[in-house]
């Protein structure tokens, strides 16, 4: 597994690949929409690794083994961080 996966996915996660940053004073901005992932399959693997690292949060399973998952301040700020942007959450 490598961290571009994990980008991917978080960055899916607050709908970064369909909406995109805003630019403000020389840097970028984004406030998400959403912050959640229905994961399933090899995605519940990668997301539980970012659990692990303390970057998201996850639901209870559901009966075909997947679950919902959301990431935490620190998660968003790590994302931004890689990204180059500032990503706001619902507390800002």
């Known amino acids: 597994m490598t961290e571009n996966i994990c980008i991917d996915l978080a960055?899916?996660?607050?709908g970064l690949?369909?909406?995109?940053?805003?630019?403000?004073?020389?840097?970028?901005?984004?406030?998400?929409y959403r912050n959640y992932y229905d994961a399933g399959g090899a995605d519940v693997d990668t997301w539980d690794v970012m659990?692990?690292?303390?970057?998201?949060?996850a639901g209870k399973k559901d009966r075909y083994g997947g679950r919902m998952y959301w990431l935490t301040r620190e998660g968003l700020d790590w994302l931004g961080g890689?990204?180059?942007i500032h990503i706001y959450d619902e507390e800002e």
């Open 82 to 84: 890689k990204l180059g």
């Open 17 to 32: 690949d369909y909406k995109k940053p805003y630019k403000r004073h020389g840097r970028y901005f984004y406030r998400p």
């Open 51 to 57: 659990v692990s690292a303390g970057y998201a949060k």
């Open 11 to 14: 960055s899916h996660c607050i």
